[in-house]
């Protein structure tokens, strides 16, 4: 594929590393279209998938101006355990204060389960040490570092040789950090990767925030090498290109906070397909959106109301604590690959075991023998014998139907029966999470339409809207790499945050906005230095509020100038909202002070739709709810400004695959999008 011209263009590439394929989004900024690409995903090298697939782009290098990526590479480390050995420096009496955690049981619906296990801490016991120093709560240091004694111990853990990175977490140092840093820079002369934890979290509870000092360790070496080696192959195709990493908050990182923060990118990939959404919002004014992102491995279901990101302040990843600020993402192991099976008592069961890219679906034709979601779509019709996947791939409707009859037989139903059987499940497991992210909090989905991405959530996106009560589901434009379409529309972003925990009054709220001034300051520094133009960027002001008494707190945005009774009735209100009440008699504290600082980039432009012959290109055979019909099949591209199609009918392009079910009609929208609404 070659993007050259007679006149020269310059180009923005947005890259959604993922489980099974590695997308790329070729965005010509001179000419505001967009290309895309998309090449199996390489899970023990994922840098090489990338470079391979810019180099399937055709793009010169030198036309390159902006890379920007989303990537699973920490999320993997994490999930599957396979980040680094970790040393854990601590205060003398917390050696263990990561590993007993809170007095809560931190998985949900495990109270009652008699065979829980606490998921294992990431630093073995053996590789946590404890010092002689100490800071009050106050801030003052009541115990001073021996230098010598900790240089003894770095050459100890450095002889060693299995130690990869050091973890830095020591008592009250959100108060003063200046024991951590002298701690750090001992611990530098012998190992090339040191994390303290005020850098990660500096704020108030000690578990918290030795658990992101110890996770942002972990993945640090991996995340180093993966960035390096990417770093490296952009630098050596052009020094002028701009690199990237989309960050779990939906804003990008610069190459140096992911190599130093690199939990920070633990929710890269599913943040960028959010962003892209809140991008879409603004431009159709379709602002409340639940999006729906199934790729080949999972599926990411997210809340957009009014455009805003749906953003929290702690999240778990197979049990372990991230209290920093990310979206508010819930992921389950339903995608394309996921591998059905019997369980021990005979119940069907679909993932979270995924065939991936390799050897993938037995419709890949590449060795899978075992049925999966994709296999059930290609004996079901909807996706059709000989189509092109991402112009990867080529569907193999009878390998497909082999695997699904090898399961079909046992179970005493035919392949056709089979393969609903799957479809049903997974849009059960999928459905559910939808309803966790929007009944279960208090918003009615009749209010939002489901916007659905990824190569597979076209797929299946109306029956999840039937399951739920949307009333329309949407299809972006390049659906099977929006998510990489969408780290090119968010901005570079850092955030900082101090702990005051205090009454809040009028000298509370005079004292945060000092605070407030050199945090902002501490960021117009971090961009410059990293060569962003601060002139551009604009900050935001947050308060970490709660009630007295209370364990936990509400993130508020704090307009300029607003003063204790604005604050107090920002903070009530959305307390009410949450919970239902107000407790006016308790008095308010002010938690934390944290500030956000955005540098916004060229956001691209959506093309404007071409229309095309308005005719259907083919029909097959397609079974849904156990009925065979013969459904139009379209050709995206072929869609025109006034045409309505009714289901069932199929439209297909490169990226993805969407079925109208019986009972939908589908047109499109004024950026290309299309809009399926119940007839």
């Given at each position: 594929?070659?993007?050259?011209a ?25 000419r ?16 090489e998938s ?15 101006d902006l ?14 355990r ?6 854990f420096i601590?205060?003398e ?19 009652y ?10 630093v ?9 120093e100490?800071?009050?709560a106050?801030?003052r ?6 230098e010598a004694v ?28 200046s ?15 040191v ?25 640090l070496?991996v995340?180093?090498?993966y960035?390096?080696l990417?770093?490296?192959?952009v ?17 990008l ?64 990843v ?29 119940s069907?069961?679909v ?6 890219a ?38 193999d409707?009878v ?6 009859a ?23 497991k999928?459905?559910a ?16 339409a ?11 996106a109306?029956?999840?809207a ?9 299809v ?17 972003a ?23 001034a ?14 962003a ?14 009630y007295?008494g ?9 307009p ?5 009774r ?28 944290r500030?956000?600082?955005r540098?916004a ?7 404007a ?23 139009p099949?379209?050709?995206r591209?072929?869609?025109?400004g ?20 019986p ?7 004024k950026v ?8």
């Amino acid at each position: 594929m070659s993007f050259s011209a007679a006149a020269p263009s310059r180009y923005a590439i947005g890259i959604d590393v993922g489980g099974t394929f590695t997308d790329v989004t070729v965005y010509d900024k001179t000419r505001a279209s967009i290309a895309v690409v998309k090449v199996p995903s390489n899970r023990t090298a994922p840098n090489e998938s990338v470079t391979a697939a810019l180099d399937k782009t055709g793009v010169a290098p030198s036309d390159i101006d902006l890379i920007v990526h989303g990537t699973t590479v920490a999320t993997n480390a994490l999930l599957e355990r396979r980040g680094a050995s970790v040393a854990f420096i601590t205060t003398e009496g917390f050696r263990d204060v990561i590993e007993l955690g809170r007095t809560t049981r931190l998985v949900p619906n495990t109270l009652y389960d008699p065979y829980f296990r606490r998921p294992a801490p990431l630093v073995r016991r053996r590789n946590r040490f404890t010092i002689a120093e100490r800071t009050e709560a106050d801030g003052r240091i009541s115990c001073e570092i021996d230098e010598a004694v900790l240089d003894a111990l770095a050459r100890n853990l450095a002889a060693r040789g299995d130690i990869e990175a050091v973890a830095i977490g020591l008592i009250n140092s959100f108060r003063n950090a200046s024991n951590e840093e002298r701690t750090a820079a001992i611990f530098r002369r012998h190992f090339a990767h040191v994390t303290i934890s005020t850098r990660v979290l500096n704020e108030m509870r000690e578990f918290e925030r030795f658990s992101a000092v110890a996770a942002n360790a972990y993945v640090l070496p991996v995340m180093a090498r993966y960035i390096g080696l990417l770093i490296d192959a952009v630098k050596a195709r052009h020094k002028g290109t701009s690199f990237y990493t989309v960050g779990s908050h939906g804003g990008l990182l610069s190459s140096r906070a992911a190599l130093t923060e690199p939990v920070r990118t633990i929710l890269s990939g599913p943040a960028a397909g959010v962003a892209a959404a809140v991008h879409l919002a603004e431009a159709t004014g379709m602002r409340n959106l639940i999006t729906y992102d199934m790729g080949g491995t999972s599926t990411d279901v997210a809340l957009v109301a009014d455009a805003r990101f749906p953003l929290r302040r702690e999240t778990l990843v197979d049990g372990l604590v991230i209290r920093l600020p990310q979206l508010d993402i819930h992921t389950v192991g339903a995608g394309g690959g996921s591998i059905a099976a019997v369980d021990g008592g005979g119940s069907l069961q679909v993932g979270p075991e995924s065939a991936g890219a390799v050897p993938g679906p037995a419709a890949y034709g590449r060795g899978g023998t075992r049925p999966t979601v994709t296999d059930a779509n290609v004996a079901l019709g909807r996706l059709g014998a000989g189509q092109e996947l991402g112009r990867s791939l080529r569907i193999d409707a009878v390998l497909a139907k082999a695997a699904i009859a090898s399961m079909a037989g046992p179970m005493k139903l035919s392949t056709l029966e089979m393969a609903e059987a799957i479809l049903d499940l997974a849009v059960a497991k999928m459905a559910a999470a939808v309803h966790e992210i929007s009944v279960a909090r208090g918003f009615d989905p009749r209010d939002f339409a489901l916007l659905c991405y990824g190569g597979a959530g076209p797929l299946h996106a109306c029956q999840i809207a039937q399951e739920i009560g949307i009333p329309q589901v949407i299809v972006p434009p390049v659906p099977g790499a929006f998510s990489a379409f969408g780290a090119l529309c968010s901005a570079l972003a850092k955030d900082r945050a101090q702990t005051l925990l205090c009454g809040l009054d009028e000298e509370a709220i005079e004292r945060a906005a000092v605070v407030a001034a050199t945090l902002g300051e501490m960021i117009r520094e971090e961009f410059a230095s990293e060569g962003a133009d601060p002139r551009r960027l604009v900050l935001e002001r947050q308060f970490d509020l709660r009630y007295r008494g209370q364990a936990h707190e509400l993130t508020i945005p704090i307009p300029d100038g607003a003063g204790q009774r604005d604050v107090v009735e920002l903070f009530e209100t959305l307390f009410e909202h949450e919970y239902g009440r107000r407790d006016r008699n308790r008095g308010v504290q002010l938690v934390n002070v944290r500030v956000v600082g955005r540098i916004a980039i060229d956001a691209p432009v959506w093309p404007a739709p071409v229309d095309g012959a308005g005719c259907p290109s083919g029909e097959r055979t397609v079974v849904v709810g156990g009925q065979l019909y013969v459904s139009p099949v379209w050709a995206r591209e072929a869609l025109a400004g006034g045409t309505e199609i009714e289901g069932p009918a199929i439209v297909e392009e490169m990226s993805s695959t969407t079925l109208i079910p019986p009972g939908w009609k589908l047109r499109r929208g004024k950026v290309g999008e299309l809009v399926i609404v119940r007839v």
